[in-house]
């Protein structure tokens, strides 16, 4: 169903259009700011809400996929797709996105130019991970939505705030490294970034085992789960409201995504 749609396609970047719209308004119009920003949410939303609806739910393959060459030189696809768990997180995404910017309507008094298009930002860099069906893209992803976290922490948060955006970065980052190595090994081993493709091959033991703890440990860290889970406490309390939010609605769950897209199916 939907093979070439590029409805998700349009759900990922709509938010990062709006954040660049956003930047071309004068940071004195902040009336027009929060506008636009909420209209671009919902927008978003309104589109999730066609996908959750058009759908095909017994279908368990892919569905609304859209593959595009990106860089064939090392078989690297813009390839996106959702199925019945992902479709879920998308849907979740835009909704608390555009709950949390009009949440902020009055919540934020500052810099409401550089939030907005932060928010935004970020919600496109999390729906990329829930979409992704190519491991290099998915990765990109996985590290552009670490950028905007960091900002909004950091900037709009508490008393404590850069200790603790600083400590979600690191921790994060410290993860991702491994996850990186392993999709390079992957990809040494394949030839392939393709998930389909990979969740089809028969790795061996030993590869499934240190693959496993390499995504494992880059997934534990988003959980978060113990024991790395010490940068949670001061990532929640430091945050601002909306992005307490979204950190606790999706962003700790793209740990647990993680174990059930690419763990337990392709390194059982």
Request: overall charge neutral; glycine content about 8%; charged content about 10%.
């Amino acid at each position: 169903m939907q093979d070439s749609s590029i409805l998700l396609t349009l759900i990922t970047f709509i938010p990062l259009v709006g954040a660049f719209v956003i930047l071309a308004i004068p940071g004195k119009n902040e009336g027009l700011i929060k506008n636009v920003g909420v209209l671009t949410a919902g927008l978003s939303t309104g589109l999730c809400i066609y996908m959750v609806a058009a759908f095909d739910s017994a279908n368990p393959g892919m569905q609304f996929k859209h593959v595009v060459e990106w860089i064939p030189s090392f078989n690297i696809n813009y390839s996106v797709g959702v199925d019945g768990i992902s479709v879920l997180f998308v849907f979740l995404t835009a909704l608390l996105t555009l709950i949390a910017l009009v949440s902020s309507w009055r919540s934020i008094n500052f810099r409401i130019k550089e939030y907005n298009f932060w928010i935004l930002f970020l919600q496109m860099g999390i729906t990329g991970v829930f979409i992704s069906l190519d491991l290099f893209l998915f990765y990109v992803f996985w590290e552009i939505m670490l950028v905007p976290m960091y900002l909004v922490i950091g900037i709009w948060g508490g008393k404590n705030r850069l200790y603790a955006a600083i400590k979600f970065f690191l921790y994060t980052l410290a993860g991702s490294v491994f996850m990186l190595v392993a999709i390079a090994a992957i990809y040494f081993k394949t030839g392939t970034f393709s998930v389909e493709t990979l969740m089809q091959y028969n790795f061996s033991g030993d590869w499934q085992y240190w693959l496993f703890i390499a995504f494992a440990l880059g997934f534990a860290i988003k959980v978060p789960m113990f024991p790395f889970h010490t940068w949670l406490p001061d990532a929640h309390v430091q945050a601002p409201t909306a992005g307490s939010v979204i950190l606790a609605g999706v962003l700790l769950k793209m740990g647990s995504y993680g174990f059930i897209r690419f763990c337990i199916p392709m390194f059982p």
